[in-house]
């Protein structure tokens, strides 16, 4: 399997090359180069399999150039008990008889980015050796809170790497920053930017495109890449789940092999769902993909209308994960639908000279035919969170409570009664101060850290702590450096000597 970019017809690589570059040359993204499909057989074969075993067999569609004892070496380390505190690691709960929960935060930083977090820094030295290089890997990442400790906690002391994040000082919460701050391992470093994730965001994106700096940094021995979701690599372990998902209500009766399935997916960057999107271009028999959103509802009016529209006002929400206004993997699902580098490459260009595009209506309905898109604000989401809790027992975070907000309208919309799995985003100890505020009232938070809220949280519901996110508070501060947007470039300068 090679890859190529969706902006440009000339690149061919290898799947260690895409991984190991992170971003195309061209400035596109790496997707394959041609189609994988799978067959009802190979689902039937799965029904039993272990997560491992199910991970392993979708890793090598498209990890070709990976040995079968490499990545069953990665699979392997990336979803051990030490790593993730459930024995299903992805395990799918019902709620009732039509809507289910695939839990994606068991893994150490209780958010689903562990699901690709904890195996991509496995897969990223073996693709350095693959591919000859010789430099030192310098993971940049720039982070609304959680791909920042995720990333963190995956690459912590991986030979032949370095990993700079860097965090807006004052856009994540205190469970999020503690967990960056107080991070261990030799090769990491963690920097708060004063501004807002846009600008953490664009410095990174600045520091990327830097050809001098790169020329300079390479006659040292470094060399950049991303563990943001625009890497390959953060994709292919995403698109695992869904079939593991699908595979679990056939193996506990829930289905029939074949029946179609919705999938919901609280939405920012939009990595998670396109892997889904993926699976369903495999065979698997997805149904409908409902993309929530919150207030920075720029993904719900693009699936409604064909217009991708940034300019306006952007919003902190309750659900602060997905407080995004430029998805970067959109473009990914552009190039899938049209095929066509120029146009996708003409459409991004029109998003950053313009902040907007509008895609011809045959791709419109494409999209529309793939998705279905709503939104539910910080009222709404909360409502949720307090009647699931009531009617279900089953407590849930911000950002799924999203998710089953919008499923409700989707419900409301379309009567389609098909079996709809809730794909569960984090840890409701992750966000505890929006989830004892929305269960116990305002009363019940006021005047309490989110650490103490983590006890309380635990005593109202019955549920255990997670391991990451004890004595978080305890554990000493080991970064506190803090600069100007204008100093990002100097400061990767001075961390790398
Ligand atoms: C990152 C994140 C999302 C959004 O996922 P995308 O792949 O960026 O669409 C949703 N919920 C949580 C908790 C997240 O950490």
Redesign the pocket.
Known sequence: MLYRSTRGEDLSVSSSEAIKMGLAPDGGLFVPASAVTVSSDFLAGLVKASYHHRARAILELFLTDFTPEELDGCVAGAYSSEKFNHPDIAPVVMLNNREYILEL?HGPTC???DMALQILPRLMPLAATKTGEQDEIVILVAT????GKAALEGFMDVPGTRIIVFYPEEGVSQVQKTQMVTQEGRNVSVVAVRGNFDDAQTGVKEIFSDRALSRSLKQSGYRFSSAN?INWGRLVP?IVYYFSAYLDLIRDGEITAGQPVNFV??????????AGCYARRMGLPVGRLICAANRNNVLTDFIRTGVYDRNRAFHRTT?P??D?LI?S?LERLLFEITRSPWQVGDWMRQLRETGRYTVDPATRQEIQALFWSDFADDLETARTIRETYLKHGYVM?T??AVGRNVYTKYRQETADGARTILVS??SPF??NESVVRAILGPAAISGKTEFQLLEVLSRTTGLTIPRGLLDLDKRPVLHSRSVAREEMKQTVISILG
């Open positions: 935060w958010a689903f980015k609304s809170g959680d791909t979701s995403q997916v609280p939405t920012g960057n939009f990595g998670n769902i396109l659900s994960s997905m995004i998805s993997n975070d950002h799924t985003t984090a992750k966000f």
